[in-house]
């Protein structure tokens, strides 16, 4: 869940983004896995669905870093942090975010998909096994 004010808006980088509501101090935990809210599904639950359902977890979940077996689908606007190359917010640690630097009130939050994924940042959906 974040634990930080935001609001979604367009994104310049894709589709809709998280946007900071007040200033960020570098260092403040912004987002914790919180198994009340956050889900946690199984590979198999996940891979039977289809239409709609399917596309949706495809494009707001991912691999679940700490066991293979489950994919996490966040309860809240996280699910819309965007990827940047140069993010402001570090997602190296599967059950916490920090932000990287001072993030402006107004500012995008940003993180980089490729710690979600062994081989590079993909949607679920676009994965091959």
Same mark, same amino acid.
Request: glycine content about 6%; charged content about 35%; proline content about 7%.
């Given at each position: 869940?974040? @634990?930080?004010?935001?609001? @979604? ?6 589709? &809709?983004?998280? /946007? +900071?509501? !007040?200033? &960020? #101090? ?8 919180? #198994?009340? $809210?956050?889900?946690? &599904?199984?590979? %198999? =639950?996940?891979?039977?669905? =289809?239409?709609?359902?399917?596309? $949706? @977890?495809?494009r707001y979940s991912y691999p679940d870093r700490r066991d293979p !077996? ?10 819309y942090m965007n990827h940047d190359d140069d993010p402001n917010c ?7 975010? $920090?932000?990287?630097?001072? &993030? +402006? +009130? ?7 998909? !490729?710690?979600? /994924? %062994?081989?590079?940042?993909? /949607? @679920?959906?676009?994965?091959? #096994?």
């Amino acid at each position: 869940m974040l @634990l930080v004010d935001v609001y @979604l808006d367009k994104s310049p980088i894709q589709g &809709i983004g998280v /946007f +900071a509501k !007040n200033h &960020i #101090p570098r260092g403040t935990l912004v987002w914790k896995l919180d #198994p009340r $809210y956050d889900r946690r &599904i199984e590979v %198999e =639950t996940y891979e039977r669905e =289809t239409g709609p359902v399917k596309a $949706y @977890l495809d494009r707001y979940s991912y691999p679940d870093r700490r066991d293979p !077996n489950y994919i996490v689908f966040e309860a809240d606007d996280a699910r819309y942090m965007n990827h940047d190359d140069d993010p402001n917010c570090d997602v190296s640690s599967p059950e916490e975010t $920090y932000a990287l630097r001072d &993030i +402006a +009130a107004g500012e995008e939050l940003t993180c980089d998909y !490729n710690h979600f /994924f %062994e081989t590079g940042f993909d /949607f @679920l959906g676009d994965r091959h #096994p």
